[in-house]
C-alpha cells in the first residue's frame, strides 16, 4: 500500500516537474543576477492600479519601508515622506530592459516561475493574477505557482524558487525590522540570498550608531541601494483593512506595526465584536498570531502600553530610571498591580521576579518559544530582579525602540507558582491562566467566542468608568465575510470586517473605517536561481 | 449470524490500523511543516522538531502515536492551539457536528423519501418530473449558495431564524444549517426512493399481491414501502458520513465550531496531529456506520441473512 | 347442491388495464443490442434533451472562448465587476448593463465595450471564463471517470472471475482503501499533491474507481456462470478471451450507465475542491473555481455567481437525464412500464 502510493505520487510529481525549469538550451543561466531581468519586473507593475482593484484598502507600495511604520527622530515625519517614492511603474522602460535582457542572456524569451500562497487571503491571490498578467504585458512568459503557506514558506526557506510574492509584518516601528531581512548574514529570511556589501555596510553603520539621526539617514540610503539601485526585491503592496465600527462605539486604537489596542473600547454596556480567527493560544509565550495578541492585551499587560499614537507609557511599571549610557533601565512595579484569577479574586500581588521569571522561560529551550529572539531585538543582554519591586534590565547597546517593544505580548509577566502549579493545562482555558489587564478573560470557547468583563480592581479602572468604557467585550469568532455584514445590519453585532466587493458597497456607510496594515507585499528575487 | 459479526469487526479493525498509517504516510508526503514561518529561524525551527518528536522516523512516530491512542492520548496540537490536547479539542467540537448532521439527516430522509415515493406512485407524469426535477436541482447547487440564500431570505430578510449558531439556543440556531445541508441527502434519498420503488412496482410479487385483490394503500405501506427501504438504507449510510465530512463550508459560514472547520484548518495549518485525529474519527464513524448497515441489512432482508448464514 | 344463483353479465370480466388496450401478436425481427438501446433512448424525451444540451454545452466549451476578443487571464484595470450587456437584447432593457439604476459602462468609461456574461472583480470577461472553465471541469471529470472504468472494470472483472483467495485479498484492499471518507482523502491529497489539473483527476480517481469496480465484480458474477460461458470454456477458451470477449461485453451496459452518473459527481467534488483553495491553479478557472469566486461577491454582484451556477446546474441535470435514459435503454425491464 505504501509502497504503491509512493510510487504513483513520485510519477506523478514527476509529470508535475518536468513541465517546469525546462531551459533553452543545457547552459546554466543565473537570471535574476542580470540588472535588467529585475528592472523590467520593477518597472513591470502597476502598483496603483493593482492595489486599487484589490479593493480593501490596500495602497501601492513606494518602497520596502510601509506607511506610518516609522518617524523621522527630528521632524516626526514619516520615513516614506522623508524618502519619497524608490519604485516607478513604466511599461516602455520595462519593455527596453527586458529586450536588453533578452540579449545579455542570449535568450528568445525569458520565463518566470511567480509563486505565491492560496491561503493566505484573497488579495494574494489576486495580486498575484495581476502581476502576472502586468509581466506578460512587457513580454515575460508567466507560470503562476500556486502552494499552500506552508509549502511556500518552505520553498522560500530552502531556496527552491524563482520569484515570490512574499510579506513581512513588522513587529516594532523601526525601519529596522524591514532593513535587517536584507542583510548577507541573515539566512533566515534573505531567501533571495541579496548579497551586497554597500548596503551591509549602511545596516551595520545605522546599528551601531547611538545618533539617531545619523541612523535615520542610513536607512534613508539603505533603501535606496536595495530597491532603486539595485532592484533586488519589488515591493508591489501594503495591505489595508477595511471594517465597519457601529457609530458610538469607539476605544479601539490601530497600530499598523505593533498589537491593536482594545483596553479603551467604549460606547456600549457590552460590545459584540467579529474576530476572523480564534485565539491560537492564551499562553502569550505560546501565542504567535494578532488576534491571540490582541487578547492577551487585554486580559494581561506590560511594564509599558502603546498609546493612541503608538508611543509608550507605562502600564505595570510606576516609574524607571535609565543610566546615563543609556543602557541600564531599572524599573518600579506598582504596588496596586495585582494578579486576579477567573472569578476576580486577588491571587498574588505582581513582582519583578514574575518577569523575570517570563523572562528567563521565553528564552529556554524546553518552550521553544517562535518569539525567543524578540529580546535580542531589544538589544537586551541582561535581567534580574533586585526585590520584589524593582526589576532591572540592561542593554548591549542603547535602543530607541525599547520601550515600546515592552508592550509587546511575549514580555508580560507570568507568576511562576501558578504557571508551574497547572503544568501541562496551563492556560488552556479562562481558568487556568491569570488576569493582571483592564480586562478578565469570563471565558473562551475555541473556535466560537471568547468573553471579556471589566476588572473592577484595576487600578485605573475609575478612569475606564468615566470614560464610559463597556462592561463587557465578547469576541465572537466569525469567518465568513457575508453574514459578518448580515448580522451587523441586523444589529447582532458592533463591528464587521469586509472584504472584496463588500468595501465598494460600504464605503459611505456610517462607521466604514479603513486602515492600513503594517504588512508589506513585495517580490522576492532569488538571484542565486538557475536553470 | 454472530460469526459473521465478529468476522466483519475484526476486518473493520485491520481496517482502521491501515488507514492510519496511510494518513501517517500522507502526512509525512505533505510539503511543508507546521513549523514554516516568516518569524523562525533555522535554529528554532531544530529545537520545535525536536521538542515534538518529529525528528523521528516516521514509523517509530506511528508505532508511538498507536500505542498512545490506545491509551486515549492523540497527542498535542502544533499549530492551531498549540500544546492543547487533541483529544479534547475533537471531543468538543465532534458533537456538535454530529448534532447538524443528524438533524440534516432527518430532514433529508423525510423529504427524500416523500419526494421519491411521490415520483415513483406518479411515475411519468409531471410530478414524477418536478420531483425528480427538484432532487437533481439539490445535487447540482453547492451547499454553500444554499446557505446563504436561506441566510439572506429567511433570516436577514425575514427575521425568522437567527444566522449564528448560538450555544444558548443550540436547537433553533441549528435549523438553517440544518436544512442547507439536507439539500443533498434529499436528493440523493429522492432519486434512490424513486427508482428502487418503480422496481419493486413493478415485480411479480406486488403483480401478485394485486391480483390478490390487496387494497392499494394496505398494498403500498405492507409491501411496497418495505421492499424500497431496505436499498434504501444501504445508501443512507455514506450519505451519512458524507455530511459529517462536508459540512466544513457550513461550518464555517454559520460560524459553528465543528469538527469539519477543525479538520480543513488543521490540514491547511499542517497540524499533523490534529488532521490525522480528524481524519481518523471520520473513518472510524463511516466505519462504524457501514458495519452498522450491513449488520442491520441482514436482519431485514431474510434472503441475505440466509445467504450469510450459510456461509 | 349449491345454490349457485348468479347470472354472468357481459361486463363481468374487464381488461385489467384498459378496454381499449388490445393484445396484438408482434412480429418481432432481429435488431442488434445497440439498435435496441438506441430505440429505447429516442423513445424517452427528457433524456434526448439531455443529450442535446450536453452537445450544445460541449460546442459552447469549445468555440465559447474564442467568441470574442477577450482572453480568460485578461486583466482590464476599471472595468471590474461590470454586469452583463449584450449588443441587440440592451435596446430591449435585458442585459443593458444598468446596475441599481446607473449604466456601470458608461460610468466606467467603457462605452464601446460589451461583456456578454458581465466582467468579474478583476475586471476579466465571465462570458470567456465560464466556457473555458467549463472546459476544464469536463477535462477533468472525464479523464477521471475514464480513469475510473478502466481501473475500476479491470479490477472487478479480475477480482469477480477468479474468486477465492485472488478475489478476498483484492476486496479487503478496496474495503480499506473505501473505508477512508471520499472528503478526506480527496482533501489530503490535494495537499499533497502540487496544484494542477493532473493531481485533481488523480485525487478524484483514486477515491472513484471503487464504486466501477463494484458494480464490474457484480455483474461478473452474475454472468460468468450462466451457459454460454460455460460453453466458451468446454471449447477451450482461454480466460483472458473470456473476460475480454465473453463477459466484458455483457456489463458494458451497466458500467456505461455508473460513469454517467459519476460525471456530475467528480465536477462537485472538484468544486468542493475550489472551495477549499485547492482547485484548479489561477489564474486558470473551472465551474468549481468560479462559484467559489462568485460567492465571494453574492450580496453585491450576484451576476459573477449565478452564471456559473447556471451552466453548472444545467451541465449535471443534463448528465443525470442522460444517464438516467441510458439506464433504461440499457434495461429493457424498466421499459414499457
Known amino acids: 500500500m505504501k509502497k504503491l502510493l509512493v510510487v504513483l505520487l513520485a510519477l506523478l510529481m514527476l509529470v508535475g516537474c518536468g513541465q517546469g525549469g525546462k531551459s533553452d538550451d543545457g547552459e546554466t543561466v543565473v537570471i535574476y543576477q542580470n540588472e535588467n531581468v529585475r528592472k523590467a519586473i520593477a518597472y513591470a507593475i502597476d502598483r496603483e492600479a493593482l492595489a486599487k482593484s484589490l479593493n480593501d484598502g490596500s495602497v501601492g507600495a513606494e518602497g520596502i519601508i510601509p506607511f506610518k511604520l516609522a518617524s523621522n527622530p527630528e521632524t516626526g515625519k514619516d520615513f516614506r515622506e522623508d524618502q519619497g517614492s524608490v519604485v516607478a511603474y513604466d511599461v516602455d522602460a520595462a519593455k527596453g530592459y527586458y529586450e536588453t535582457a533578452l540579449e545579455e542572456l542570449n535568450k528568445k524569451s525569458l520565463k518566470i516561475d511567480l509563486l505565491y500562497g492560496t491561503n493566505e487571503g484573497d488579495s494574494v491571490i489576486k495580486a498575484a493574477e495581476q502581476i502576472a498578467y502586468y509581466l506578460e504585458e512587457v513580454g515575460f512568459e508567466v507560470n503562476l505557482v500556486a502552494k499552500q503557506k506552508k509549502e511556500r514558506l518552505s520553498l522560500l526557506t530552502d531556496g527552491d524558487y524563482e520569484v515570490c510574492l512574499t510579506r513581512w509584518g513588522p513587529d516594532y516601528a523601526d525601519p529596522q525590522t524591514y532593513m535587517d531581512l536584507f542583510v548577507s548574514t541573515n539566512v533566515s529570511n534573505n531567501s533571495g540570498r541579496y548579497n551586497s556589501a554597500e548596503y551591509d555596510k549602511l545596516i551595520a553603520d545605522a546599528l551601531k550608531t547611538t545618533d539617531m539621526k545619523e541612523r535615520w539617514q542610513k536607512f534613508l540610503e539603505a533603501e535606496k541601494v536595495l530597491v532603486e539601485k539595485d532592484n533586488a526585491i519589488v515591493p508591489v503592496f501594503q495591505a489595508g483593512g477595511a471594517m465597519i465600527i457601529r457609530p458610538g462605539v469607539g476605544g479601539i486604537e490601530f497600530h499598523s506595526a505593533a498589537v491593536d489596542n482594545y483596553r479603551h473600547v467604549f460606547g456600549k454596556d457590552t460590545l459584540t465584536l467579529i474576530t476572523n480567527t480564534d485565539i491560537l493560544n492564551l499562553d502569550n509565550q505560546v501565542a504567535t498570531d494578532g488576534t491571540s495578541f490582541i487578547a492577551q492585551t487585554m486580559f494581561m499587560g506590560g511594564l509599558t502600553e502603546l498609546d493612541e499614537s503608538g508611543n509608550p507609557v507605562l502600564d505595570l511599571a510606576e516609574s524607571y530610571d535609565v543610566n546615563e549610557d543609556g543602557t541600564v533601565y531599572t524599573f518600579k512595579i506598582r504596588d496596586d498591580a495585582n494578579w486576579y484569577n477567573n472569578k476576580g479574586e486577588l491571587v498574588a500581588p505582581i513582582t519583578a521576579y514574575d518577569f523575570e521569571y517570563s523572562w528567563n522561560r521565553l528564552i529556554s529551550d524546553e518552550l521553544a518559544s517562535e518569539y525567543n529572539w524578540w529580546l535580542d531585538t531589544m538589544s537586551v543582554d541582561s535581567w534580574k530582579a533586585i526585590d520584589d519591586k524593582t526589576f532591572e534590565v540592561t542593554l548591549s547597546t542603547p535602543s530607541g525602540i525599547f520601550l515600546g517593544c515592552l508592550a509587546f505580548p511575549s514580555v508580560f509577566p507570568i507568576n511562576q507558582e501558578f504557571a508551574e502549579a497547572q503544568g501541562n493545562q496551563y492556560a488552556t482555558s479562562a481558568e487556568t491562566v491569570l488576569n493582571c489587564g483592564p480586562f478578565i478573560l469570563d471565558s473562551w470557547t475555541p473556535d466560537y467566542s471568547y468573553e471579556f468583563v471589566k476588572n473592577p480592581n484595576y487600578y485605573f479602572a475609575d478612569d475606564y468608568t468615566k470614560a464610559g468604557g463597556a462592561n463587557k467585550v465578547v469576541f465572537r469568532v466569525l469567518a465568513d465575510t457575508q453574514t459578518a455584514l448580515m448580522e451587523y445590519e441586523a444589529d447582532k453585532i458592533d463591528t464587521v470586517i469586509l472584504a472584496g466587493e463588500q468595501v465598494d458597497a460600504n464605503k459611505n456607510v456610517d462607521g466604514y473605517v479603513d486602515r492600513l496594515q503594517g504588512y508589506l507585499f513585495y517580490l522576492s528575487l532569488n538571484i542565486n536561481h538557475y536553470e | ?311 | 347442491m349449491t345454490n349457485f344463483d348468479h347470472e354472468f353479465h357481459n361486463d363481468d370480466f374487464k381488461f385489467a388495464h384498459s378496454a381499449d388496450e388490445k393484445l396484438v401478436d408482434k412480429n418481432y425481427s432481429a435488431t442488434s443490442y445497440a439498435k435496441d438501446v438506441w430505440n429505447n433512448f429516442k423513445k424517452n424525451k427528457g433524456a434526448l434533451i439531455g443529450a442535446i444540451i450536453i452537445l450544445i454545452i460541449v460546442l459552447m466549451a469549445i468555440i465559447g472562448p474564442n467568441m470574442n476578443s477577450f482572453t480568460y487571464k485578461q486583466i482590464h484595470s476599471g472595468q471590474e465587476c461590470l454586469v452583463p450587456r449584450i449588443p441587440g437584447l440592451e435596446k430591449l432593457g435585458i442585459a443593458d448593463g444598468y446596475h441599481n439604476g446607473t449604466n456601470q459602462y458608461l460610468e466606467k468609461g467603457a462605452e464601446d465595450v460589451y461583456y456578454w456574461f458581465g466582467s468579474d472583480t478583476q475586471g476579466r470577461d465571465i462570458w470567456t471564463r465560464v466556457w473555458s472553465g467549463t472546459r476544464v471541469s469536463l477535462i477533468i471529470a472525464l479523464a477521471a471517470v475514464l480513469i475510473d472504468i478502466i481501473i475500476g472494470m479491470v479490477y472487478g472483472l479480475i477480482s469477480g472471475f477468479f474468486g477465492g483467495m485472488v478475489d478476498n485479498v483484492m476486496q479487503r484492499f478496496a474495503e480499506i482503501l473505501n473505508g477512508i471518507p471520499t472528503l478526506v482523502i480527496v482533501t489530503l491529497l490535494g495537499m499533497v499533491l502540487p496544484a494542477g489539473i493532473v493531481s485533481i483527476i488523480f485525487a478524484l480517481m483514486l477515491t472513484g474507481w471503487i464504486g466501477m469496480e463494484r458494480i464490474a465484480r457484480a455483474q461478473v458474477l452474475k454472468v460468468k456462470e450462466q451457459e454460454f460461458v460455460l460453453a466458451s470454456r468446454t471449447l477451450g477458451a482461454s480466460k483472458l478471451r473470456i473476460i475480454f470477449s465473453e463477459i466484458l461485453p455483457n456489463i458494458l451496459g451497466q458500467v456505461i450507465v455508473t460513469s454517467m452518473f459519476s460525471i456530475p459527481n467528480a465536477i462537485f467534488l472538484e468544486a468542493y475542491l475550489s472551495f477549499l483553495g485547492l482547485g484548479v491553479p489561477a489564474p486558470m478557472a473551472s465551474l468549481g473555481s468560479l462559484v467559489s469566486d462568485g460567492y465571494k461577491s453574492m450580496t453585491t454582484f450576484p451576476h459573477i455567481l449565478i452564471i456559473p451556477v447556471i451552466v453548472m446546474a444545467i451541465l449535471m441535470l443534463c448528465f443525470n437525464l442522460f444517464a438516467d435514459g441510458l439506464r433504461d435503454a440499457f434495461d429493457p425491464k424498466m421499459l414499457n412500464k
Not at chain 2, 56 to 73: C, E, I, Q
Not at chain 2, 172 to 201: C, G, K
Not at chain 2, 234 to 258: D, Y
Open chain 2, 1 to 311: 449470524m454472530k460469526k459473521y459479526i465478529l468476522k466483519r469487526v475484526l476486518i473493520s479493525l485491520a481496517t482502521l490500523f491501515v488507514i492510519l498509517l496511510v494518513l501517517f504516510i500522507l502526512m509525512d508526503l505533505m510539503p511543508g511543516t507546521p513549523f514554516n514561518d516568516e518569524k523562525l529561524t533555522e535554529a528554532q525551527k531544530t529545537l520545535l522538531f525536536a521538542k515534538y518528536g518529529l525528528d523521528k522516523p516516521v514509523l517509530v512516530r506511528f508505532f508511538l502515536y498507536a500505542k498512545n491512542m490506545l491509551k486515549g492520548d492523540l497527542g498535542v496540537s502544533y499549530a492551531i492551539n498549540k500544546n492543547f490536547a487533541v483529544s479534547e479539542m475533537v471531543k468538543d467540537r465532534l458533537g456538535i457536528s454530529i448534532a447538524v448532521g443528524a438533524m440534516a439527516m432527518i430532514i433529508g430522509t423525510i423529504c427524500g423519501l416523500l419526494l421519491g415515493i411521490l415520483a415513483a406512485l406518479n411515475h411519468n407524469t409531471w410530478i414524477d418530473n418536478l420531483c425528480s426535477a427538484i432532487s437533481v436541482i439539490g445535487v447540482s447547487i453547492p451547499s454553500y449558495v444554499f446557505a446563504l440564500l436561506l441566510c439572506y431570505y429567511v433570516a436577514y430578510r425575514l427575521g425568522l431564524l437567527p444566522i449564528l449558531y448560538n450555544v444558548e439556543q443550540p436547537f433553533i440556531s441549528l435549523i438553517l444549517p440544518s436544512i442547507a445541508l439536507s439539500v443533498s441527502p434529499t436528493a440523493n434519498i429522492a432519486r434512490f426512493t424513486r427508482s428502487e420503488m418503480i422496481d419493486v412496482l413493478n415485480s411479480d410479487y406486488i403483480l401478485l399481491a394485486e391480483s390478490k385483490g390487496i387494497k392499494n394503500w394496505k398494498l403500498i405501506i405492507s409491501h411496497v414501502l418495505r421492499n424500497t427501504l431496505i436499498p434504501v438504507i444501504t445508501v443512507m449510510g455514506p450519505i451519512l458520513v458524507n455530511l459529517l465530512t462536508g459540512s466544513s463550508v457550513i461550518e464555517k459560514i454559520f460560524g459553528i465550531p465543528g469538527i469539519g472547520k477543525l479538520m480543513i484548518t488543521a490540514i491547511q495549518e499542517n497540524d499533523y496531529n490534529v488532521t490525522i485525529a480528524c481524519a481518523f474519527v471520520y473513518s472510524v464513524l463511516y466505519i462504524i456506520v457501514m458495519l452498522f448497515v450491513d449488520i442491520l441489512y441482514g436482519i431485514i432482508d431474510p434472503r441475505i441473512r440466509i445467504a450469510k448464514e450459510g456461509n
